[in-house]
């Protein structure tokens, strides 16, 4: 199980951050103790660092450099900052990247996913299994007991993220989003179009309903 460090001075969101993590896998390690953050780091070796800017003592750009000299560990900012400036100086002290709060939770877990990716400290899974679906991620195909269906590369990253994520509503912009945090480049027009393809291969597939309009909302896998 992957740790995650959680550098967070309101505990509200400190806790909610926690339970996000722990749902979907990773081990939370919420910082309490402000005095020594890079001391904590070296004692508990995280895989993945979620840093505020505004703590007590010390700000979150001091505890970047700090990190930096200390531990070899990415770092994402999460911080109520939102201006271009801040997110310059966060990358610019070795964050590997800047969310700014209030986040969605499917991006926000999109970019943790990213950075362990590309940090190599995390192996995605070459199978997701859902509802009687499975998608190869290695094949780029999806079968279920009716046959198989081949996808291109959008469909099978659309469907990934709805796979990783099932029941929840997914915003069409949170998709994008997400899709563009994976070096994929889509727009509005063809999401809707991708999505329209994909659902008419999952229906030869006897899954015609599977993925579920939430007007104004998204899309779910249902």
């Given at each position: 199980?992957?740790?995650?460090?959680?550098?967070?001075?309101d505990p509200v969101i400190r806790e909610e951050l926690s339970i996000l993590l722990k749902n979907e896998g990773y081990c939370p390690l919420p910082v309490t103790d402000f005095t020594d953050i890079s001391k904590q780091a070296v004692q508990n070796s995280?895989?993945?660092?979620?840093?505020?800017?505004?703590?007590?003592?010390?700000?979150?750009?001091?505890?970047?450099?700090?990190?930096?000299?200390?531990?070899?560990?990415?770092i994402i900012f999460v911080t109520g900052r939102d201006s271009g400036l801040d997110e310059i100086r966060a990358l610019s002290l070795g964050g590997d990247d800047y969310i700014t709060k209030p986040y969605s939770i499917p991006v926000l877990m999109a970019r943790i996913k990213t950075v362990l990716r590309r940090a190599g400290r995390v192996s995605e899974p070459d199978v997701l299994e859902?509802?009687?679906?499975?998608?190869?991620?290695?094949?780029?195909a999806?079968?279920?007991d009716a046959g198989t269906a081949e996808l291109t590369r959008n469909e099978l990253q659309i469907l990934a993220c709805l796979m990783e994520h099932p029941g929840e509503i997914i915003s069409r912009a949170d998709l994008i989003e997400t899709l563009w945090d994976r070096q994929i480049y889509i727009d509005d027009n063809t999401l809707s179009v991708n999505v329209t393809r994909l659902r008419g291969k999952?229906?030869?597939?006897?899954l015609q309903d599977l993925i579920r309009t939430r007007r104004g909302m998204g899309y779910q896998l249902i």
């Amino acid at each position: 199980m992957q740790k995650i460090m959680i550098v967070e001075d309101d505990p509200v969101i400190r806790e909610e951050l926690s339970i996000l993590l722990k749902n979907e896998g990773y081990c939370p390690l919420p910082v309490t103790d402000f005095t020594d953050i890079s001391k904590q780091a070296v004692q508990n070796s995280p895989d993945l660092i979620l840093l505020d800017i505004g703590l007590p003592g010390q700000d979150g750009y001091a505890v970047c450099m700090e990190l930096g000299r200390a531990v070899s560990t990415p770092i994402i900012f999460v911080t109520g900052r939102d201006s271009g400036l801040d997110e310059i100086r966060a990358l610019s002290l070795g964050g590997d990247d800047y969310i700014t709060k209030p986040y969605s939770i499917p991006v926000l877990m999109a970019r943790i996913k990213t950075v362990l990716r590309r940090a190599g400290r995390v192996s995605e899974p070459d199978v997701l299994e859902v509802k009687g679906l499975r998608l190869d991620l290695i094949k780029g195909a999806v079968s279920s007991d009716a046959g198989t269906a081949e996808l291109t590369r959008n469909e099978l990253q659309i469907l990934a993220c709805l796979m990783e994520h099932p029941g929840e509503i997914i915003s069409r912009a949170d998709l994008i989003e997400t899709l563009w945090d994976r070096q994929i480049y889509i727009d509005d027009n063809t999401l809707s179009v991708n999505v329209t393809r994909l659902r008419g291969k999952l229906a030869r597939l006897g899954l015609q309903d599977l993925i579920r309009t939430r007007r104004g909302m998204g899309y779910q896998l249902i």
